[in-house]
């Protein structure tokens, strides 16, 4: 089966960094995205990762390592407005996204 | 720029009655999605759409039925509602598949189903 691992919930504090893990076992890939959802509100798209290594983007960078099935989502100098919920999703030989069920950040000051 | 609207934003039924959820995109995307969001679990895609005229289903196609006459709306329906039904639906659009792009997503509508 296809199944996509996420923690359920991480707590951080302002100003420090934290590593989002997500594990992926899919028949097939093409790439994996993150995105960021606030409570009761749309998701947004961080990043897409297609190969391995690291993608930087301001605060936010995505890795990827195919071999592993592994992938992390790392945001520095966090902000209370960080707090989210980030989803992991996989792009499958089918072209359709699975999503894992997302990892809810909580910031504390 | 809207992007994504999704009408109603909230609705509540009852067992058996019937509705039609919209979604319109402005970014003349080609590809339109509905998914469904439930507590602990991933998004689940339900019906989705590679063009105007055309619609495939997707994990979790049972008790819907979508329409894909033009191409910036994509409608979802709901026959006969049923309390599992009770989720929050999300309507996403991307540009295209060949050559990968992220999915837009719409704020939802939130469906209670008594």
């Known amino acids: 089966g296809q199944n996509i691992d996420q923690p359920t919930e991480m707590t951080a504090t302002e100003g420090a960094i934290v590593q989002i893990n997500c594990t992926y076992q899919?028949?097939?890939?093409?790439?994996l995205f993150w995105y960021q959802q606030h409570a009761g509100e749309a998701p947004t798209f961080l990043s897409y990762?297609?190969l391995d290594g690291l993608e930087e983007k301001g605060r936010f960078s995505s890795f990827l390592s195919r071999s592993k099935g592994y992938s992390y989502l790392l945001l520095k100098e966090l902000q209370m407005k960080d707090s989210a919920s980030y989803l992991c999703?996989?792009?499958?030989?089918?072209?359709?996204?699975?999503w894992g069920a997302g990892t809810k950040l909580i910031i504390k000051p | 720029n809207a992007g994504v609207t999704q009408t109603p934003k909230f609705r509540v039924l009852k067992t058996g009655q019937s509705m039609t959820l919209l979604c319109a995109q402005d970014?003349?995307?080609?590809?339109m999605y509905w998914y469904r969001q439930d507590p602990g679990m991933g998004l689940r895609l339900i019906h989705y759409?590679?063009?105007?005229?055309?619609?495939a289903k997707g994990e979790v196609p049972d008790g819907y039925n979508v329409s894909r006459l033009k191409k910036q709306n994509f409608l979802l329906g709901l026959e006969s509602a049923a309390p599992s039904q009770t989720s929050v639906y999300f309507c996403?659009?991307?540009?295209?598949?060949?050559?990968?792009?992220?999915?837009?997503f719409g704020d939802g509508t939130r469906l209670s189903i008594l």
């Open positions: 996403a659009s991307s540009s295209g598949q060949g050559e990968v792009q992220p999915q837009h």
């Open positions: 970014m003349n995307h080609e590809y």
């Open positions: 759409s590679v063009g105007e005229g055309t619609t």
């Open positions: 899919t028949s097939g890939f093409n790439g």
């Open positions: 990762n297609v």
């Open positions: 999703a996989v792009l499958g030989s089918n072209y359709q996204l699975i």
